[in-house]
């Protein structure tokens, strides 16, 4: 009687065997799949780029050969006889532009000088800006139109206001200047000052004198310590 001899084997060796052979077959698939994966990446990107190149180059000789046919020609290009011609009659056909001063907003305002022994008030236009500014226009014409005499010309540092008070702080030489004039011209010149600010920079009806960027030193020909303002109208 024969018996039956057992493998030392499991039963399942073979299926095990065979198991783990399929395991590198995979892998290497999966790595030979993983690469053109990466290559067709860049090939896409090196498609784009060059598409990208082409159409630019293929524009630029494009536009080029148009503006060489005067398909395209940029205006005021002139490129032969004809075309300046043109460009002359075109510009004396043209409506002449208005003068750039025109166009500035601009501010009348009320000056009061010294002309002879009296003032007199003018009125003149000024470009508008802030009004610090416009009372330096002001207070120089002013200077200007009443022949005040210096040998440096009068210089307003700052304007200050506060309130109903304009502060004008001056250079040294409105001190010599008024000076120069005498007692009565120098008062008729501050009432003139005055009335300046007043009529034209509300609310200010008072004005008072820097020089220097310091208080006035007492003394001179006018009392330029106190505020300087026009009489009330009753």
């Not at 993983?34 to 784009?48: A, N, Q």
């Not at 009061?112 to 207070?139: H, P, Q, S």
């Not at 008729?188 to 008072?206: C, K």
């Amino acid at each position: 009687m024969s018996m039956v001899r057992r493998s030392p084997y499991p039963d399942d060796y073979e299926e095990m065997v065979e198991r783990r052979q399929r395991r590198p077959r995979r892998a290497s698939q999966e790595q030979r799949r993983g690469t053109p994966l990466l290559l067709k990446c860049f090939s896409w990107l090196g498609v784009i780029l060059l598409c990208f190149v082409l159409g630019y180059l293929g524009t630029n000789i494009l536009m080029d050969n148009l503006n060489k046919r005067l398909l395209l020609k940029p205006e005021n290009r002139v490129e032969n006889q004809e075309d300046l011609k043109a460009m002359e009659e075109a510009e004396r056909a043209r409506p002449a532009s208005p003068a750039s001063g025109e166009n500035v907003q601009q501010v009348a305002l009320t000056l009061y000088y010294v002309k002879g022994d009296t003032v007199v008030e003018e009125k003149r236009n000024f470009v508008a800006r802030t009004r610090e500014d416009n009372i330096a226009d002001a207070l120089n014409a002013v200077f200007s139109l009443s022949g005040v005499p210096s040998e440096d010309p009068i210089r307003l540092l700052h304007v200050f206001r506060n309130a109903e008070t304009a502060f004008l702080d001056l250079s040294s030489t409105f001190v010599t200047a008024l000076s120069s004039l005498g007692q009565r011209k120098s008062l008729l010149l501050l009432t003139g000052i005055v009335r300046t600010m007043q009529d034209n920079f509300s609310p200010i009806t008072q004005v008072r004198f820097l020089i220097d960027s310091k208080p006035p030193m007492s003394g001179g020909v006018v009392d330029l310590t106190v505020p300087w303002k026009m009489p009330s109208r009753s």
